[in-house]
T-cell receptor, first 113, second 117 residues
Framework: AQSVAQPEDQVNVAEGNPLTVKCTYS??????LFWYVQYPNRGLQFLLK??????LVKGSYGFEAEFNKSQTSFHLKKPSALVSDSALYFC???????????FGKGTTLSVSS | GAVVSQHPSWVICKSGTSVKIECRSL??????MFWYRQFPKQSLMLMAT?????????EQGVEKDKFLINHASLTLSTLTVTSAHPEDSSFYIC?????????????FGPGTRLTVL
């Protein structure tokens, strides 16, 4: 069975500092990995995905994520955080096309000015 | 880009009544749609997978007679919460899968907040 772990409930960073939101996964085959962001009372916004190819994936709003197969990780990163990045972030995985995404529990990112 | 809409965005109903939530893919056809449920400050939990023209596949623990799913066309799936109770109050989110040359992509609706009094 596939699963996703986001070990941190909350991540706090100061504006301008780099941020990392952690994600590890478990799938039986090749993983399809995703990051989404959710603002209060809103739906999900797609940030980026890894299907195949380069391990470093660049996405929306300056975010990027690095796929590490040996560590089964897909951490979300941004070189310089903005206060407006404060939101709930979800990592998700599926093991093949046509199946539902399985989400991690979410990590709340708080960026202070 | 692909757009998925949900209607209504917010609904309040009395206990015992039924509520229908629509999920539409506005500019693409979706043979597969998914329904998720999200409790406050928690993750999205997959409820069911909806395939056009066939019965939905429900996740373990989800009552299929309570959460009726119909995927009558390639652009519309509906979730009906029957005999709603306060514990059904939640944020319901759908996603629609688009198949293209670049693979299968899922697009999420904005969600429907259901409050059962």
């Amino acid at each position: 069975a596939q699963s996703v772990a986001q070990p941190e409930d909350q991540v706090n960073v100061a504006e301008g500092n780099p941020l990392t939101v952690k994600c590890t996964y478990s799938v039986s085959g090749n993983p399809y990995l995703f990051w989404y962001v959710q603002y209060p009372n809103r739906g999900l916004q797609f940030l980026l995905k890894y299907i195949t190819g380069d391990n470093l994936v660049k996405g929306s709003y300056g975010f990027e994520a690095e796929f590490n197969k040996s560590q089964t990780s897909f951490h979300l990163k941004k070189p310089s955080a903005l206060v407006s990045d404060s939101a709930l972030y979800f990592c998700a995985v599926r093991d093949q096309a046509g199946t539902a995404l399985i989400f991690g529990k979410g990590t709340t990112l708080s960026v202070s000015s | 880009g692909a757009v998925v809409s949900q209607h209504p965005s917010w609904v309040i109903c009395k206990s015992g009544t039924s509520v229908k939530i629509e999920c539409r893919s506005l500019d693409f056809q979706a043979t597969t749609m998914f329904w998720y449920r999200q409790f406050p400050k928690q993750s999205l939990m997959l409820m069911a997978t909806s395939n056009e023209g066939s019965k939905a596949t429900y996740e373990q623990g989800v009552e299929k007679d309570k959460f009726l799913i119909n995927h009558a066309s390639l652009t519309l799936s509906t979730l009906t919460v029957t005999s709603a109770h306060p514990e059904d109050s939640s944020f319901y989110i759908c996603s629609a899968e688009r198949s293209s040359g670049s693979g299968h992509e899922q697009f999420f609706g904005p969600g429907t907040r259901l409050t059962v009094l």
